[in-house]
């Protein structure tokens, strides 16, 4: 039978990421009450859906930044919004939006940041394809070259995005905070998807060569990983409990919107950023 992951990829992601959580925690981070935070990234980030809205780009005050703000007691400026790119935070302002970067300053000592789905196309593919008739194979008419492409280079974006961060805030500690698993392992036979088997395959498939450049771009020790997707299991859209999901599907479980974190799911992804700061 074909499983819908490799089994050896999941366990060798899995490791990375405990040793990179692991070796996170075990680094003494110094914040101190006051300092500055700059909460960077796409709508992973921003908490679209999520009660209370702050205005355009879908970002709420209940997101994983303001919860580690308060947390913390830090002087966050949230930069986030939802469709955001690698480009977006560096190089790229998002509408009337300024730089993402531009949040960042030389005294800030902390930046979070969940970006990159949006660089490899995977949630506006997953809402391309989500509703679908069952019969149809939507993701093989995605440009599935650009896609793989755009894969392969995230990394090392990623790592020059770590760079140009530093640059401009050279005591700050960096978190990556990785996309929660929006597909489950069991994940074809997940009716809130609504996603025919080969298009629940393909974007699952995306989810995880997503969350293999996070760990990839996060082991040469530039950021540390907040690692959702494998917190993420077992919280996934099909849980029963809608207060057990940290992620949608098709339908709205109890906020967020669809393919995106749910409050819960904030609430989680702050306290992994929270465990790898040592807090």
């Known amino acids: 039978m074909r499983k819908t992951f490799s089994t050896l990829t999941l366990i060798n992601t899995f490791v990375a990421a405990l040793i990179a959580t692991t070796a996170a925690?075990?680094?003494t981070v110094s914040l101190s009450a006051g300092d500055k935070y700059a909460g960077l990234g796409s709508s992973f980030?921003?908490?679209p859906g999520i009660d209370n809205q702050l205005g355009g780009c879908g970002r709420s005050d209940s997101n994983y930044a303001h919860i580690v703000a308060e947390a913390l007691d830090l002087d966050l400026t949230v930069a986030s919004c939802n469709g955001a790119t690698i480009d977006n935070i560096l190089t790229v302002p998002q509408g009337d939006n300024p730089l993402q970067i531009d949040a960042v300053t030389s005294d800030t000592k902390l930046v979070t940041v969940t970006i990159g789905g949006n660089d490899?196309?995977?949630t506006a593919s997953t809402f391309a394809c989500s509703g679908?008739?069952?019969?149809?194979r939507c993701t093989a008419n995605l440009d599935q070259a650009a896609i793989n492409a755009a894969i392969a280079q995230l990394p090392s974006k990623?790592?020059?995005m770590f760079d140009a961060i530093k640059a401009k805030a050279p005591e700050a500690t960096i978190v990556l905070v990785a996309y929660p698993r929006v597909f489950p392992e069991d994940a074809v036979n997940c009716s809130e998807l609504e996603l025919s088997p080969a298009d629940t395959r393909y974007l699952a498939d995306m989810g995880e060569k997503l969350e293999n450049a996070f760990v990839a771009s996060t082991s040469s020790g530039k950021a540390l990983i907040a690692d959702a997707y494998v917190g993420a299991a077992g919280?996934?859209?099909c849980e029963a409990s809608a207060s057990a999901r940290w992620v949608n599907g098709q339908t709205i479980a109890s906020s967020g919107i669809r393919y995106h974190p749910t409050a819960e799911g904030h609430e989680e992804m702050a306290r992994l950023v929270l465990d790898v700061l040592g807090r």
């Open 45 to 47: 980030a921003a908490g």
């Open 120 to 122: 490899i196309r995977y």
């Open 25 to 27: 925690s075990a680094q």
């Open 158 to 160: 990623l790592e020059d």
């Open 132 to 136: 679908a008739p069952a019969s149809d």
């Open 235 to 237: 919280h996934g859209p």
